[in-house]
T-cell receptor
Framework: RKEVEQDPGPFNVPEGATVAFNCTYSNSASQSFFWYRQDCRKEPKLLMS???SGNEDGRFTAQLNRASQYISLLIRDSKLSDSATYLC??????????????FGTGTLLAVQP | GAVVSQHPSWVICKSGTSVKIECRSLDFQATTMFWYRQFPKQSLMLMAT?????????EQGVEKDKFLINHASLTLSTLTVTSAHPEDSSFYIC??????????FGPGTRLLVL
């Protein structure tokens, strides 16, 4: 079983739709959590950190449930430019050299005009 | 935001040759740099963690004698793939972190070994 599991998709949605991605992680000692975005043949870029209290950045809302080891990302009013692979990432470390990012395989989102 | 560069962005080489990839933090001092590898349709996998002035820490299953890492300064780390073979063809990505937790990723290097 992978340490970070995601539905690979693809998720094909029309512009303006709301789409939700889910992720589970198996290591309860994981310290911090993130969503990254990766465009085709590019490096991953940090989208947002994820907190138990939930956090929102514009059209994006992320939520962490530590008890069930579950992370979610909600995208509202999807844009064509949102088309990308969304990576669920957990960090086992405490910062600096102790950081160890574990990446999920990603969920592919394709927003259709 | 912090900028990390990688060079070259892509490289094609013959089997048996060695390839060096550079990772530079352009506007901050990177106490730690990380090297990842991503095969098609797979997730990024951490290969090694590199601290300035000390030996790299390799992840299980990564051969340290094949993937040589040097982190000689706070702004430069290099990964050398020695005696590259076709199975080493992959997307190699570095990241760098300073005093805070955020890792800033380089644009990656595509290696194709013929």
């Amino acid at each position: 079983r992978k340490e970070v599991e995601q539905d690979p998709g693809p998720f094909n949605v029309p512009e303006g739709a709301t789409v939700a991605f889910n992720c589970t992680y198996s290591n309860s000692a994981s310290q911090s959590f993130f969503w990254y975005r990766q465009d085709c043949r590019k490096e991953p870029k940090l989208l947002m950190s994820v907190y138990s209290s939930g956090n929102e950045d514009g059209r994006f809302t992320a939520q962490l449930n530590r008890a069930s080891q579950y992370i979610s990302l909600l995208i509202r009013d999807s844009k064509l430019s949102d088309s990308a692979t969304y990576l669920c990432v957990v960090n086992r470390g405490y910062g600096g050299a102790t950081n160890k990012l574990i990446f999920g395989t990603g969920t592919l989102l394709a927003v259709q005009p | 935001g912090a900028v990390v560069s990688q060079h070259p962005s892509w490289v094609i080489c013959k089997s048996g040759t060695s390839v060096k990839i550079e990772c530079r933090s352009l506007d901050f001092q990177a106490t730690t740099m990380f090297w990842y590898r991503q095969f098609p349709k797979q997730s990024l996998m951490l290969m090694a963690t590199s601290n300035e002035g000390s030996k790299a820490t390799y992840e299980q299953g990564v051969e340290k004698d094949k993937f040589l890492i040097n982190h000689a300064s706070l702004t430069l780390s290099t990964l050398t793939v020695t005696s590259a073979h076709p199975e080493d063809s992959s997307f190699y990505i570095c990241s760098a972190t300073g005093s805070r937790e955020t890792q800033y990723f380089g644009p990656g290097t595509r290696l194709l070994v013929l």
